[in-house]
T-cell receptor, first 117, second 116 residues
Framework: AQRVTQVQPTGSSQWGEEVTLDCSYE???????IFWYRQLFSGEMVFLIY??????QNQRSGRYSVVFQKSFKSISLVISASQPEDSGTYFC??????????????FGDGTVLTVKP | DPKIIQKPKYLVAVTGSEKILICEQY?????MYWYRQSAKKPLEFMFS???????DNQTASSRFQPQSSKKNHLDLQITALKPDDSATYFC???????????????FGHGTKLSVL
């Protein structure tokens, strides 16, 4: 069964600092993807970045990047030059490609990030 | 402008009543989903539809029934409401075509349901 764990319920940083949010997961599938979403204070879920399991290269998108440690089944989201607007709840989610057409994501509990000015 | 419209944004219901949560997406996507976020719980997958056909149902209770009248609509009917049903219900969509799974999901703003 799939499971996603985010052990940091909260995190904080100062404006301009690099922030790392951790996530670990459990899956028996070979092909899967890990997504990162951010939930704004309005409740809206915004996609940030994803990492396919078969890609050994860490993905990067703007100020977001991931550190993917497949053998440890862990992935970290790295936010460079954090800004107060980055504050919100960050969710890690697992998608197993074997479950074709389901679109099912398994989410972690989230990490509430506060970036101080 | 929001591309996934959920109505209403807030909903208060009494125990035992029935409500319908509305979702329309204007992204031209073929797949739509419902997720639920209860207090102190992670976002939970409920249903997925592709081309208006049910693809997956992870909801144990038959009180939750998705309804798809058009390709870009996926409403959620909840009957015999219970206080435990109180949660924010998110509609989502993806490009996903048949045979292509687990695309990037786009979420609506959610409907916050409170059952008294």
């Amino acid at each position: 069964a799939q499971r996603v764990t985010q052990v940091q319920p909260t995190g904080s940083s100062q404006w301009g600092e690099e922030v790392t949010l951790d996530c670990s997961y459990e899956t028996s599938e070979y092909f899967y993807r890990i997504f990162w979403y951010r939930q704004l204070f309005s409740g809206e879920m915004v996609f940030l970045i994803y990492q396919p399991s078969f890609d050994t290269q860490n993905q990067r998108s703007g100020r977001y990047s991931v550190v993917f440690q497949k053998s440890f089944k862990s992935i970290s989201l790295v936010i460079s030059a954090s800004q107060p607007e980055d504050s919100g709840t960050y969710f890690c989610a697992l998608s197993e490609l074997y479950n074709t057409n389901t679109g099912k994501l398994t989410f972690g509990d989230g990490t509430v990030l506060t970036v101080k000015p | 402008d929001p591309k996934i419209i959920q109505k209403p944004k807030y909903l208060v219901a009494v125990t035992g009543s029935e409500k319908i949560l509305i979702c329309e997406q204007y992204l031209g996507h073929n797949a739509m989903y419902w997720y639920r976020q209860s207090a102190k719980k992670p976002l939970e997958f409920m249903f997925s539809y592709s081309y208006q056909k049910l693809m997956d149902n992870q909801t144990a209770s038959s009180r939750f029934q998705p309804q798809s009248s058009k390709k870009n609509h996926l409403d959620l009917q909840i009957t015999a409401l219970k206080p435990d049903d109180s949660a924010t219900y998110f509609c989502a969509s993806s490009q996903g075509d048949r045979g292509v799974a687990n695309e990037r999901l786009f979420f609506g703003h959610g409907t916050k349901l409170s059952v008294l």
